[in-house]
């Protein structure tokens, strides 16, 4: 073999191996045990108990406004939205607000990211769990053709 081609395989040989060393010690040097931080949101709190979040598009999101507007839950309402966009901020029953809609999403959004440790006077679990999400219903555990156990039959 020529002398040009022996040193040509050394020298790739020896190129690689800087590279995969140079790899291995860059990661082992930079790897970092970075701890993960785990937020408690009021949305994981609330996934956790069942509830779904709304997924509304703008006119979803304008009709809850304006049915817990007009529903038993109009105080609490009013004080949440007021306290999020300030007293100018109209909430009254049948009294029309274009911008309801949009601004019960806003605040759902910043609620629901609110950590649960954090909630406040109006920023609270129960608010979100009546204004922005639902209990899901658990479905029945009923297999077509067979009783349930235990039952007659």
Known sequence: MKPIVIKGIAGTLGASGLVVGGYYGIEALSNEHIPVIIRNTIEKELIKEGYTIFSLNESEWQTKFESFRDGDKLEAFAKALKEFKGNSFVVAK???????????????????????????????????????AEKQTPKPNIRQGNPEPGSAG
């Open 94 to 132: 049948s009294q029309a607000n274009t911008e309801g809609g949009k601004e019960l999403k806003n605040w759902c959004i910043a609620l629901l990211d609110l950590e649960k440790e954090k909630q406040t006077e109006n920023k609270t679990i129960e608010n979100a769990k009546n204004f922005c």
